[in-house]
């Protein structure tokens, strides 16, 4: 059965750090596009950070150059780590994953795998 876990969230000041990590069980995490989403309080889901099979990285402009996605592929999990937090990433974070075979996209609606999310809380 395909589960995604996360976990790692936390309180933190402004200007600190935390990692995320999405454990995956039923399915190898290397072999298919994964993807962090994340949702604040009355605003839409988005994508932030995704990896395709080939490990290509991508980042929306409001968080690239402070985190970094990446396969632990002998944990067989996908981590986000992220540095200089504002309390502009308070939200809820989510990693998913497309069907097999399928390009990575920023639209959640292209994701079918979801975790159940782990919160983020950034104070100033």
């Known amino acids: 059965q395909v589960h995604l876990e996360e976990s790692g969230g936390g309180s933190v000041q402004a200007g600190g750090s935390l990692t995320l990590s999405c454990a995956v069980s039923g399915y190898t995490a290397s072999n298919r596009c994964m993807a962090w989403f994340r949702q604040a309080s009355g605003k839409e889901r988005e994508g932030i950070a995704l990896?395709?099979?080939?490990?290509?990285?991508s980042y929306r402009d409001a968080v690239k150059g402070r985190f970094t996605i990446a396969r632990d592929s002998a944990k067989n999990t996908l981590v986000l780590q992220m540095n200089n937090l504002t309390p502009e990433d308070t939200a809820m974070y989510y990693c998913a994953s497309p069907p097999p075979g399928s390009w990575c996209y920023w639209a959640p609606s292209g994701y079918t795998i979801w975790g159940q999310g782990t919160q983020v809380t950034v104070s100033s």
């Open positions: 990896i395709d099979s080939h490990n290509f990285a």
